[in-house]
């Protein structure tokens, strides 16, 4: 199976797009990890967590619960720094961590052990999507993209996994 974890970034949205693009990078990355995704040709999706970034990132695409490849939407905390939109909390750093930790090497079985309440005084988006991965087994994982650009923590991850 295959699994893409991007952020619920609004900036991804074309309504959203400008004549600059302030998240050139991060888009660039959750392109490449979507077309990862797709390669293997599937007709079918399933998006856990925002859907409208899920009908953006992957046009043409069916969405449905029994999709053939898997798109998480989820982001860390947004309160990285003073001028991130929910202020600076010290709690963040190792919260994102932890999750950025288990995203990049694979470890599934660390995703059941996310403080959602803490996720949520915190303002990380889409956890219980990440939670859902915590079963998945002999994974292969790829970081695209790790950053806290706006003060807020984004991950572009993929994980090839054997179940």
């Not at 293997?40 to 399933?46: C, D, I, L, M, Q």
């Not at 046009?59 to 449905?64: D, K, N, T, W």
């Not at 990049?104 to 995703?111: I, M, Y």
């Not at 956890?127 to 998945?136: P, Q």
């Amino acid at each position: 199976m295959r699994v893409a974890i991007v952020p619920g970034a609004l900036a991804l949205l074309p309504q959203y797009a400008g004549l600059s693009d302030p998240i050139a990078e991060l888009r660039l990355a959750c392109q490449e990890a979507v077309a990862w995704l797709l390669e293997e040709g599937p007709t079918s999706a399933t998006v856990v967590g925002d859907v409208r970034i899920g009908e953006a990132l992957l046009p043409g695409i069916e969405l449905g619960l029994n999709g053939e490849v898997v798109l998480v939407v989820a982001n860390g905390s947004a309160r990285r720094g003073e001028k991130a939109p929910g202020h600076l909390d010290e709690r963040s750093f190792g919260f994102d961590e932890a999750i950025g930790h288990a995203l990049r090497t694979g470890d599934a079985g660390a995703l059941a052990d996310i403080d959602e309440a803490l996720g949520e005084e915190l303002l990380a988006a889409g956890l219980a999507g990440l939670g859902m991965l915590s079963g998945l087994s002999g994974v292969e994982a790829k970081t695209w993209y790790d950053a806290d650009p706006f003060g807020v923590q984004y991950w572009v991850v993929t994980w090839d996994c054997a179940s």
